[in-house]
């Protein structure tokens, strides 16, 4: 097996640009503070043609919230790892040590997300197996010899490229928040992307290097994550008047949506992006801004012609928030 | 200064074992089949050279699966023991490996998405039968690609180095033979003469070069020209030229990456080069000396020769085979590609299927379940199709400890349960088939291509199997047809029958005879096609009698007249009768091309064939002289 584990000491290598040095990608990175701020949003998908940086975003994500890479599974997985099996090395030694699976794992207090690449790749039963345990919050095991209940409970973040096909739409409706995201093609940020990622490769190069650059960032980090917690410590001390939960509920039926989740996703997101802002109660503002990433996915066209909020929208969101 | 191959390769090779090139993906163009096992021995020293670790070489094949890759169980002194994959061996501390594969396009589907999982990633993970690791991958790739077009661009993406291939002269073929006989007599491995490339990688793997804001900014020019040529846009891109570019400065024992070590990044990758302007001096690689043997183009030769024309440098007088004598021995670069994009999936004729990483469901709700090619296994309620190995393993987990609960059973036999059982996970079986009937005569190749796209466009989306009946073929028997069959349509025999030239003679009714042969074999011997799609492209007028098909004998001085024509028919009315008779979806057409005279044969082909009509009247007049 690989030596070059991670973590000697539990922590990985910082081989991955840290989060805060990620240029660009505002809605990304809207969308998973979101999730972190306010648990029960329930994941993200973030679906972008090749080399817009989705991965990078989520394990550099991971890093900073939980101080080590998100739980993953890998599309190799199979499905005593996935639910939990015993322990083979320990068993050919007649020692029955049952081992996690990667969804109980995700679930521990220094996890909390479960993170899929390529998640439009799954095989259709692992996909079954998540939707099963996902939909309760239990996983009921009953498979060789063992009878275990496990409570279950984490952000499922995902990142797909459309060109591999979409996902279930029963798949698709775990996910809170949905973003679109695309390679940066503008100059100037192309060239900011360029100035980071060559100044990244630097600091790895060596110690000496990579000091002031990794100290710049840690203090970002914990600045911006002094922000997150302390907007997760008052998420529900933010008030959502009457008016805007009745908004929710009129765009959630102006937009179509069927599932009852999109309501209570737009709001509950509107909910954590105001208490992100210090502000005490939502407003049209913050429904505005965070719309398309709890709604488009829920959209009966979300099926047929993928994940999009076309510019059709914008007008009509506008004429229900009174713009 | 090694000769093996072109510098621009060897360059491109240096710039890989630096390891500035996060992944450390090479994707090789016009090299399938040729030199990878040259050019991963070359590759490995100048790793070795950069990370003073052993360095050892795997091979990816069409055939390897999910256990293949990731690792399994295997029986080892009485118990079972964890065998590592192809992906996961060789990385142990002071470790690394080389993946060789020699064409990405014949892998796995399997094979594609664990590639797909690991390669570029900073972090690799491994969750199978109870094993979990993760680990910072220590692989470097090195990956054939003639066919871009057939291959998930999302896949061709992870690749941020693209060069081209070696092409070894003959007597750089013959040398290493024996240098690769000497080897297997002498138990040793002979290493490959690098000269001194292994000195620069050495001194170079310590520099750290800073990147000039002027070079920034060539580096997103060079991406924006490739706009040109069709190109798409990737945000790895500029990165990977990037890194390239500051290899290239280390190399060269640079502090700073200028101007010129972008350019000659992108040279070493084939980006397109800026046209100079009239005054404008010549840029760096057309003033240097090209090494690799190609042609030369002058300012002063360019007008005596017509535009575009390229010229031999030295004198034209001169015997050829003096001048080569004289001249090292040149490596060629496989094609001229200054013109085009190193990335060019962008350009091609996109000619795979959608969603091509997707594991494939069946088409067809009928029993072909326990048909399809195996690509691993799962737990199974009954013996249906009983995976043997894989139901043995998960039992030989258990043996221990059923041995202490159950010590009334023998001892010595393994105990097995039926939550044991495996059966094979498959991937659905090739429920339909092209029967693709190709007269050569009637038709040139180009345009052959492109009226048959839309019926090879559907083998390659449907993974449907291929029977080419190739008739009247330049170098096939002239009196008879022949047939190819193949379980994909992208297979190297397939393409190349597609393009035969034309030969004498249109041994038609043997054509039709051989089809009906595969129809009567696929439609009655109970396999896996559900749907058969039999297209023939001809303009009906077959000239050899089936008989001397038969015998191979043609009697002289007797006219063929009809005979030909009506043997074919006769084959078509016997396809007629096999065809409406059998359960199976049939699709038989004749593709009528018009062709005077006697245009009327086409469609009296297709009514004999009970088939339809696809009328392509729009390439008359493009008829192959006969």
């Excluded at chain 1, 001390?237 to 009852?260: H, Q, R, T, W, Y």
């Excluded at chain 2, 163009?29 to 050892?56: C, H, L, P, Y």
């Amino acid at each position: 097996m690989p030596s070059e584990v991670l973590g000697s000491d539990g922590k990985p290598p910082d081989k991955i640009l840290p989060y805060t040095r990620i240029v660009g990608q505002l809605e990304l990175k809207l969308a998973l503070e979101l999730s972190y701020i306010a648990k029960k949003i329930g994941g993200v998908l973030l679906s972008g043609n090749r080399g817009s940086g989705k991965s990078t975003a989520v394990r550099a994500f991971g890093l900073l919230a939980y101080d080590g890479l998100p739980v993953t599974l890998p599309l190799n997985a199979t499905e005593d790892r996935i639910i939990g099996g015993w322990n083979i090395d320990a068993l050919m030694k007649a020692e029955p040590i049952w081992q996690d699976g990667l969804m109980v794992q995700a679930s521990k207090p220094d996890k909390q997300i479960l993170y899929i690449d390529e998640v439009n790749l799954l095989d259709d039963r692992v996909v079954n197996i998540i939707l099963d345990a996902t939909s309760t919050g239990i996983l009921d095991i009953q498979r060789e010899g063992e009878s275990r209940r496990e409570d279950i409970s984490f952000t499922l973040i995902g990142t797909m490229n459309p060109e591999e096909g979409e996902l279930r739409p029963q798949l698709l409706d775990r996910f809170g928040l949905t973003v679109n995201i695309s390679a940066a093609k503008k100059a100037e940020d192309r060239k900011a992307i360029l100035k980071t990622v060559l100044e990244f490769d630097e600091a790895l190069s060596s110690q000496d290097r990579g000091k002031a650059f990794f100290e710049v960032a840690r203090q970002e980090g914990k600045d911006l994550m002094d922000k997150l917690n302390r907007a997760k410590e008052r998420l529900y001390g933010v008030k959502v008047p009457d008016p805007i939960a009745d908004k929710c509920a009129e765009i959630a039926e102006k937009f179509e949506i069927e599932s009852n989740r999109g309501e209570y996703t737009l709001a509950l997101a509107a909910r954590a992006l105001a208490a992100y802002e210090d502000a005490n109660e939502v407003n049209k503002d913050h429904l505005r801004k965070v719309a398309a990433m709890s709604l488009q996915h829920r959209q009966p066209r979300a099926a047929q012609s993928g994940i999009i909020w076309i510019k059709n929208d914008d007008p009509i969101l506008d004429e229900l928030l009174g713009a | 200064m090694s000769r093996l191959f072109s510098d621009r390769l060897l360059e491109g090779l240096a710039c890989a074992a630096l390891g500035t090139h996060h992944p450390n993906g090479i994707l090789l163009f016009n090299a399938v089949g040729k030199d990878m096992q040259e050019i991963a021995s070359v590759w490995r020293e100048m790793i070795i050279a950069t990370t003073d670790d052993t360095v050892d070489i795997v091979y990816l094949r069409s055939w390897h699966d999910d256990e293949d890759l990731w690792g399994s169980y295997l029986p080892v002194a009485g118990t079972f023991a964890r065998k590592e994959g192809l992906l996961t061996g060789g990385q142990a501390e002071g470790q690394r490996r080389i993946v060789v594969i020699p064409e990405l396009g014949n892998l796995s589907l399997t094979a594609m998405r664990s590639i797909s999982s690991i390669l570029g990633m900073e972090t690799a993970y491994l969750d199978r039968h109870g094993q979990h690791h993760d680990w910072i991958p220590k692989l470097y790739w090195l990956v054939g690609c003639d066919r871009p077009d057939a291959i998930s661009p999302h896949l061709l993406d992870r690749f941020g180095l693209r060069l081209h291939g070696g092409n070894l002269s003959a007597t750089k073929r013959s040398k290493n033979i024996l240098a690769q006989l000497e080897e297997g007599l002498s138990n040793e491995r002979t290493l490959p003469d690098l000269g001194d490339w292994i000195d620069k990688l050495r001194t170079a793997r310590d520099r750290h070069p800073t990147f000039s804001e002027a070079a920034q900014n060539l580096v997103l020019d060079y991406i924006d020209r490739l706009k040109d040529f069709g190109s798409g846009y990737s945000g790895h891109r500029d990165i990977a030229l990037a890194r390239l570019a500051v290899a290239v400065a280390k190399l060269e024992g640079r502090d700073e990456v200028d101007l010129s070590c972008v350019e000659k990044a992108a040279h070493i990758e084939g980006f397109p080069m800026p046209k100079p302007t009239k005054n404008e001096a010549p840029s760096i690689h057309q003033t240097s000396n090209r090494l690799d043997g190609e042609f030369k183009e002058t300012q002063t030769d360019r007008q005596q020769t017509p535009e575009g024309t390229p010229v031999y440098g030295g004198s034209p007088d001169r015997d050829r085979e003096t001048i080569a004598a004289e001249m090292p021995e040149p490596t060629r670069d496989a094609v001229t590609e200054e013109e085009t994009s190193p990335y060019r999936e962008d350009a091609a004729d996109i000619d795979r299927e959608a969603a091509s990483l997707r594991l494939p469901v069946s088409a067809f709700s009928t029993t072909n379940a326990a048909k399809g090619v195996i690509t691993g296994d799962r737990p199974a309620n009954d013996t249906c199709d009983l995976a043997i190995t894989a139901t043995l393993r998960e039992a030989a987990k258990y043996q221990p400890i059923r041995r202490i609960n159950h010590p009334e059973k023998p001892q010595g036999r393994l105990m097995l349960l039926c939550t044991d059982l495996r059966a094979h996970q498959r991937a659905p079986a090739i429920e339909r088939m092209l029967l693709l009937v190709l007269d050569c005569t009637c038709l040139n190749a180009s345009d052959r291509q492109k009226v048959l796209k839309p019926y090879t466009e559907w083998a390659y989306e449907s993974r449907a199997s291929v029977c080419l009946i190739l008739v009247g073929a330049k170098k096939a028997d002239y009196l008879r047809a022949e047939k190819i069959v193949a379980g994909k349509l992208d297979t190297l025999r397939i393409r190349t029958a597609l393009t035969a030239e034309p030969g004498k003679a249109t041994p038609l009714a043997h054509g039709l005879e051989l089809g009906l042969q595969a129809l009567r074999h696929k439609l009655r011997q109970g396999n896996t096609i559900q749907e058969v799609a039999m297209v023939v492209l001809t303009d009906g007028r077959g000239n050899v009698p089936l008989k001397a098909s038969l015998s191979g004998e043609i009697e002289p001085f007797l006219p063929v007249k009809r005979q030909g024509i009506e043997d074919a028919l006769q084959v078509a009315d016997r396809i007629r009768l096999l065809t409406s008779s059998s359960r199976h979806r049939m699709y038989v057409a004749v593709l009528d091309l018009h062709a005077e005279p006697y245009s009327d044969l086409p469609r009296e082909l297709a009514r004999a064939l009970g088939g339809g009509i696809v009328s392509l009247s729009h390439l008359n007049g493009k008829e192959v002289p006969r």
